[in-house]
């Protein structure tokens, strides 16, 4: 089992930047998937970013089409955190997101499902 700690959330105008991190114990990143997620107030939960590790060096990244190009998803692996470098925030990206991990191969499943453990989320909030 991991766990998830995410931080980083907060509130941020129009066109700002915010950077989540979410820190793992438990084991370490080689041989599994990091996600994130978000779910906004009356919506489903919804597919971010993920990154994949294979021998401890970055696979690929992942990303929803609704924030590519202003959204980054990085890792460290000697700290076991992930982070998502969120840029050109719109009010439409206010949500509370979620860190997920899962353990075994992953091919960039957008379904929530297909992640075992869950962090217990952080709220970002974006003006207009």
């Known amino acids: 089992q991991v766990q998830l700690v995410e931080s980083g959330g907060g509130l941020v105008q129009a066109g700002g930047s915010l950077r989540l991190s979410c820190a793992a114990s438990?084991?370490?990143?080689?041989?599994?998937?990091m996600g994130w997620f978000r779910q906004a107030p009356g919506k489903e939960r919804e597919f971010v970013s993920a990154?994949?590790?294979?021998?401890?060096?970055?696979?690929?990244?992942y990303y929803a089409d609704s924030v590519k190009g202003r959204f980054t998803i990085s890792g460290d692996n000697a700290k076991n955190t992930v982070y998502l470098q969120m840029n050109m925030l719109k009010p439409e990206d206010t949500a509370v997101y979620y860190c997920a991990a899962r353990i075994g191969p992953y091919s960039g499943s957008r379904w929530s499902g297909d992640f075992g453990s869950w962090g217990q989320g952080t709220q970002v909030t974006v003006s207009s």
């Open positions: 990154i994949s590790w294979s021998g401890g060096s970055i696979y690929y990244a």
């Open positions: 438990g084991r370490t990143f080689s041989g599994y998937a």
